[in-house]
């Protein structure tokens, strides 16, 4: 089925297990925020490319981004980029409950694959 931005098929996934944690919501309104961003910045683009986006980045308890790296792409460099813009446009997002800060430590290591199917 198409997706917006004309691109096929578009998934994303991360490495933030959201249903296994204490903080699953947190997590859950954390992947919904990048994702959506995402499929904004898709909308009305007729790109037919197939590949990924690698990403990692650190997300701190007061809800900042920092230390973004790209650690794998095979598209062309403006999706790269969105996929990048996905994570950084949102921020600052919430801060950490109370849980996430008894259990995580500052920062959170986070990783985000971004997946484009022609």
């Known amino acids: 089925t198409q997706q917006p931005g004309g ?3 578009i998934e994303q996934d991360s490495a933030v297990d959201a249903m296994r944690t204490v903080y699953g919501e947190y997590d859950r309104e954390f992947v919904d925020a990048v994702q959506n961003r995402w499929f904004e910045l ?3 683009r007729q790109d037919n490319v197939a590949g990924r986006v690698v990403l ?3 997300l701190h308890a007061d809800g900042r981004i920092t230390d973004m790296k ?3 792409t095979d598209v062309n460099d403006l999706l790269s ?4 813009q ?3 446009d949102p921020a ?3 801060k950490w409950p109370q849980e996430m800060r ?3 430590s500052d920062p959170r290591q986070v990783r985000f694959t971004f997946y484009y199917f022609d």
Do not use: S
């Open 42 to 44: 898709l909308k009305n």
């Open 7 to 9: 691109v096929t098929h």
């Open 92 to 94: 600052p997002y919430k």
């Open 102 to 104: 008894r259990e995580i």
């Open 56 to 58: 990692e980045f650190n």
């Open 81 to 84: 980029l969105l996929c990048q």
């Open 70 to 72: 790209m650690q794998f």
């Open 86 to 88: 996905a994570v950084e």
